[in-house]
């Protein structure tokens, strides 16, 4: 099994930046695509940017141009940019590598 811790979320005004991050432990080796979701209240979860081991990334067309996922092998570690942050981005963001998921952490845009 996976298990996947998420930090770095919080309340930020529009136009501001926050940066994701969650680290993955137990068998990561079985880890290949490692990728974040959001759901804000009322909505279904939804992708927002998927990373695999070898570096192919796919972006909502939501947040392209100003979210940027990356990931640190060595670290099992994956990584979400997020720029320009507008009140729509608001809601729970989750971690997933396979059949795993984390807590989930909490982005609020707000002025």
């Known amino acids: 099994q996976v298990q996947l811790v998420e930090s770095g979320g919080g309340l930020v005004q529009p136009g501001e930046s926050l940066r994701l991050s969650c680290i993955a432990s137990?068998?990561?080796?079985?880890?290949?695509?490692m990728g974040w979701y959001r759901q804000a209240p009322g909505k279904q979860r939804e992708l927002v940017a998927a990373i695999s081991s070898r570096g192919t990334i796919n972006y909502a067309n939501s947040v392209k141009g100003r979210f940027t996922i990356s990931r640190d092998n060595s670290k099992n570690t994956v990584y979400l940019q997020m720029n320009s942050l507008k009140p729509e981005d608001t809601a729970v963001y989750y971690c997933n590598a396979g059949y795993s998921w984390g807590q989930g952490t909490q982005v609020t845009v707000s002025s």
């Open positions: 137990g068998s990561t080796f079985t880890i290949n695509v």
